[in-house]
């Protein structure tokens, strides 16, 4: 069964990038769309972006100035950096798999990673 | 970008009672392209429903969803402890894709 693991420094700099990785293990990567959700402390959930294993990407706008995703279908890992970080971008990062069903791709997430913790100090 | 509201946002029951969680969304998301998830302390969400009313491959018959357009319902038949959580809705029928602010479900 497939799993997802976000890896990724804990603590970044304010002003610096934050650069996360999630790697698939159990199933290919390939055929999928994925993304990346954050969640602040108490907070609900902001869908960031996503990627398709072909490389053909969608950003939220209120992010997407900032942000970029990227994958690696050798490594069976996709990746976002968030620039100029604040204390706002202080989240939990998760990472997940879109669903394919009917050979039809859906942007809701069945598979889950566990998060990352991501703190932006001053 | 679609708003969407859930309501109430705490619900304190006893197990076995039943509940009604609400979504609303700003504008319609077209074929009822609306999941609902619950999230567990310390997890991450986990797919309940999808479609509106279609449920995730192993959720339990209890959990249900209904609704169209704009109005969205997950209803909880009979309250089991592992049900006491947080629960989001979220629409994919267009970018970006947004989600509620949750409802707790918590003991009474």
């Known amino acids: 069964q497939v799993q997802l693991q976000e890896s990724g420094p804990g603590l970044v700099k304010s002003s610096e990038t934050l650069s996360l990785t999630c790697t698939v293990s159990?199933?290919?990567?390939?055929?999928?769309?994925w993304s990346w959700i954050r969640q602040p402390p108490g907070r609900g959930l902001e869908w960031i972006a996503y990627?398709?294993?072909?490389?053909?990407?969608n950003y939220n706008p209120s992010l997407k100035s900032r942000v970029s995703i990227s994958v690696d279908t050798s490594k069976d890992q996709f990746s976002l950096k968030v620039g100029s970080v604040t204390a706002a971008d202080t989240a939990l990062y998760y990472c997940?798999?879109?669903?394919?069903?009917?050979?039809?791709?859906?942007?809701?997430?069945?598979?889950w990673g566990k998060g990352t913790t991501v703190t932006v100090s001053s | 970008e679609i708003v969407l509201t859930q309501s109430p946002d705490a619900l304190s029951l006893s197990p076995g009672e039943g509940a009604t969680l609400s979504c609303r969304a700003s504008?319609?998301?077209?074929?009822?392209?609306l999941a609902w998830y619950q999230q567990k302390r310390g997890q991450p969400p986990r797919l309940l429903i999808y479609?509106?009313?279609s449920r995730a491959t192993g959720i339990p018959d209890r959990f249900s969803g209904s609704g169209s357009g704009t109005d969205f319902t997950l209803t909880i038949s009979r309250l089991e402890p592992e049900d006491f959580a947080v629960y989001f809705c979220?629409?994919?029928?267009?970018?970006?894709?947004?989600f509620g602010g949750g409802t707790k479900v918590e003991i009474k």
């Open positions: 997940a798999r879109h669903v394919f069903l009917g050979s039809y791709h859906y942007h809701f997430m069945d598979v």
């Open positions: 479609g509106a009313s």
């Open positions: 990627i398709h294993s072909t490389g053909s990407a």
């Open positions: 979220q629409q994919y029928v267009g970018s970006p894709f947004t």
């Open positions: 504008q319609s998301v077209g074929s009822n392209y």
């Open positions: 159990g199933g290919s990567i390939s055929g999928y769309y």
